[in-house]
């Protein structure tokens, strides 16, 4: 299928038991794993939800997400850091940096391996994050999305859609990243966007 035919018809549709699932292929065994074999009994449990990314009954890819929090601590800004200290009714001085604020995580994100490296992923996360800050605006209070990405995905979250990493893994990400993605492509990364400045 054309990648500009499947950015303009596809469609999110929640992951049900008669989605078939057998053709999928992301090239990660976990990703694979989970939409295979755990993402509906996750759902049922009410632990996350996954929405299939489908375009002419094809499934393209899927997107798993889940509520969660961020630690005060890990937000890189200090303005950001200051400004939201206040709002926990508390001396301003006294508050814990790991207070947890709130945000929507991206559990599972993987777009079918046919169709990668073509921008079709930024295309999709763009519209999953434009959901989430509608949800922010209108229906609760949130203010970060959070993904634990593998490594082999930093630079999609950070360097195409402006995720930011947490200052403590700065120096292994400029020092080791391009090793830790060759020996572990699937070590982790957390990652958060700030809604208000995105």
Do not use: W
Not at 30 to 38: G, P, S, Y
Not at 91 to 110: M, S, T
Not at 185 to 195: K, V
């Amino acid at each position: 299928m054309d990648i500009e035919y499947i950015k303009d018809n596809y469609k999110f549709e929640t992951l049900t038991e008669k989605h078939d699932l057998s053709n999928f292929e992301c090239g990660s065994d976990d990703l694979n794993d989970f939409i295979k074999n755990d993402a509906l009994n996750q759902q049922e449990d009410k632990i996350n939800i996954t929405k299939l990314i489908i375009c002419e009954e094809e499934i393209i890819g899927f997107v798993s997400l889940l509520t969660d929090t961020i630690p005060l601590k890990n937000i890189r800004d200090e303005n950001i850091r200051l400004k939201l200290k206040p709002h926990y009714n508390e001396d301003v001085e006294k508050v814990p940096k790991k207070k947890p604020l709130p945000a929507i995580k991206i559990g599972r994100f993987a777009i079918d391996k046919k169709y990668t490296n073509n921008g079709l992923g930024s295309h999709i996360l763009r519209n999953v994050i434009n959901s989430i800050r509608k949800l922010s605006e209108n229906d609760v209070g949130l203010r970060f999305i959070i993904v634990e990405g593998y490594a082999s995905a930093y630079n999609f979250y950070a360097v195409h859609n402006h995720f930011s990493n947490l200052k403590k893994d700065d120096e292994l990400i400029k020092d080791k990243l391009d090793r830790i993605i060759q020996q572990n492509p699937e070590q982790t990364f957390y990652l958060y966007l700030d809604l208000k400045k995105s």
